[in-house]
């Protein structure tokens, strides 16, 4: 009943309804489709997957390892906190982190915990989903793979709407990209912050370059 009990708060903590905002965010997919790198199934793909095994989500992944393990601990969850937002390259992704990390630690209320009061402000997404998760004492590894998911899940719906590639490529790219999302969360649970690096350099770019659109329909 524990582990039930466990997979049905992540359910609801990492669903699209969950109340973080998450759906206006595109983190810098928006400008790829708009400059025509990203433009089908094939290139969706590569580019989820990408930032996944490469971006900017293997680092928000590790960090969230990381502030699970420091959730009794204040210093480094601030140490961990201003790391993640040293590594974020863009003003828009600062704000996406932070406002969906801010909705997340607001909502979560409703699951009270003592780690709550120790959260850094402003706190990044990862680092609020990590501390909690631990603060309720849920598996690092089903976190990690709950997050992962939902956050691939949330950049493909970005390009069903908008390259747009249909539902039934969006579900092909998610079943495709699943081996190598479980493959994330088990290097992300076992990494070390000397891990932490990325070279997706294209999405860092498109992330910079966003607010720079004539036409916007996510944040960033």
Not at 104 to 125: G, S
Not at 168 to 194: F, Y
Not at 197 to 214: F, K, N, P, R
Request: aromatic share 6%; net charge negative; charged share 15%.
């Amino acid at each position: 009943m524990t582990a039930h009990a466990d997979l049905q708060k992540l359910l609801t903590w990492l669903s699209p309804a969950f109340p973080v905002g998450a759906f206006a965010w595109s983190a810098g997919l928006e400008s790829a489709i708009a400059n025509g790198t990203v433009h089908n199934r094939v290139t969706t793909q590569q580019w989820v997957g990408s930032v996944l095994t490469h971006g900017s989500l293997r680092t928000d992944g590790i960090l969230l390892a990381h502030a699970y393990r420091a959730a009794t601990d204040r210093l480094q969850l601030q140490e961990l906190s201003d790391l993640c937002l040293a590594l974020t390259p863009a003003r828009e992704r600062h704000e996406e982190t932070t406002i969906t990390g801010a909705s997340f630690a607001a909502a979560i209320r409703a699951w009270p915990t003592p780690v709550l009061d120790d959260l850094p402000q402003p706190c990044p997404y990862p680092i609020a989903v990590g501390a909690i998760a631990a603060g309720h004492a849920i598996a690092l590894d089903a976190t990690l793979l709950g997050y992962l998911t939902a956050t691939v899940h949330s950049q493909v719906s970005v390009a069903v709407r908008l390259v747009p590639i249909g539902q039934s490529d969006g579900l092909a790219i998610m079943a495709a990209l699943e081996p190598e999302i479980a493959a994330a969360a088990k290097l992300c649970q076992h990494a070390a912050r000397d891990d932490i690096g990325a070279v997706a350099y294209a999405a860092d770019i498109a992330q910079m370059s966003h607010e720079t659109l004539t036409t916007r329909i996510f944040r960033s």
